[in-house]
């Protein structure tokens, strides 16, 4: 079953109060490991699932990465004080593009230290990187010591690819959990990236995503 590997996902600008309590109500029925929020609802998210097993999971630095390290680590402080229990932080494009991975490093080390025993996914943003890049981004996250490497935003270039995640994978090791997100909108797409290496997905569409998975395997 794919549900308790999915990541609920609605980050839209304009989703409404409304739109999160569906999100939420969808999560504890089909039984999803996530909902993944904007910062703001976290707190509505946190009381809605209360009692359930259903975690908080919200985005620092999103889309963009842009914020600095100070900014980042309050951004996941606060998030965390408002009941999130898994942070998806967005790395420095820009330094990592630069080459500059003593910031790089800096930032994913703060946002690691305000969240203490929370789960940290780190957004690698895949799609408008080398594979160089990514290698060199993944053994910096295994060096921190986070506890997710993430494939996209799916704001930004482009989504999860199989051999994204495939690299992924292979530079983390086994302990380290692999996230592909972006552009997963049905069962195959979503089969495909757990076969290459992925342990969570994040997908706005998990909701057809599940339905297709139990019309197939009836």
């Known amino acids: 079953m794919l549900a308790p590997l999915i990541d609920h996902t609605l980050l839209a600008p304009a989703a409404t109060a ?3 309590d569906k999100l939420c109500d969808e999560a504890v029925r089909y039984g999803f490991a996530s909902v993944c929020v904007q910062p703001y609802r976290v707190a509505q998210a946190a009381a809605a699932l209360a009692g359930t097993a259903v975690k908080v999971c919200t985005v620092v ?3 963009h990465g842009a914020n600095g390290a100070s900014a980042k680590a309050h951004e996941a402080a606060e998030a965390i004080a408002a009941g999130a229990t898994e942070i998806d932080m967005v790395q420095n494009l820009g330094a990592v593009k630069d080459g500059a991975w003593d910031i790089v490093a800096k930032e994913i080390r703060a946002v690691r230290a305000a969240c203490g025993d929370t789960i940290l996914k780190v957004i690698l943003e895949t ?3 080398t594979d160089e890049e990514i290698r060199k981004a993944c ?4 060096e921190v010591g986070v506890h997710f490497v993430k494939t996209s935003t799916g704001f930004t270039g482009g989504g999860a690819t199989v051999h994204a995640v495939r690299l992924l994978r292979e530079h983390v090791p086994a302990s380290m959990g692999v996230k592909a997100s972006g ?3 049905d069962y195959a797409t979503a ?3 757990i076969e290459a290496g992925a342990d969570r997905l994040g997908c706005s569409a998990g909701v057809a995503i599940c339905d297709e998975e139990a019309a197939q395997t009836k």
């Open 191 to 193: 089969k495909e990236m």
């Open 18 to 20: 409304k739109d999160i």
């Open 183 to 185: 552009g997963i909108r």
């Open 127 to 129: 799609a408008i990187l």
């Open 139 to 142: 053994r910096l996250c295994v």
């Open 61 to 63: 630095g999103f889309p």
